[in-house]
């Protein structure tokens, strides 16, 4: 029998991340060697530790992401990256400095 259940659940998650990545523009190549394919490794938890801008010690889910070419590894965090994203933070955010730039060198 195929593992067709097990492997939709990991599947969906998948395309959220991917899915959110492009809604909020996170398209930039790899900072380490400028390729542009990536792929979405695994969603591991990140345990933070109370003190310094924690104020308790807490689990946060995260996104790994790995750069098909050298490997880098960069994460982010679930709650922030797939929650829509907010009016205000959208009008300040990258997307509207790429558009700026793109009227001014227009
Ligand atoms: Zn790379």
């Not at 930039?28 to 990536?38: E, I, S, V």
């Not at 990140?46 to 308790?56: F, H, I, M, N």
Request: net charge negative.
């Amino acid at each position: 029998m195929a593992p067709a259940a097990t492997a939709s659940i990991y599947d969906t998650i998948t395309n959220q991340i991917i899915a959110a990545l492009e809604r909020k523009g996170v398209d930039l190549p790899c900072p380490r060697c400028g390729h542009t394919a990536f792929d979405v490794v695994g969603e591991p938890d990140l345990l933070l530790k109370e003190g310094g801008w924690v104020t308790s010690s807490e689990v946060l889910p995260t996104a790994l992401i790995a750069c098909r070419w050298c490997g880098f590894l960069c994460r982010h965090a679930l709650r922030v990256l797939l929650e829509p994203p907010a009016p205000a933070v959208a009008d300040t955010g990258r997307g509207a400095d790429a558009a700026r730039v793109a009227q001014a060198e227009a």
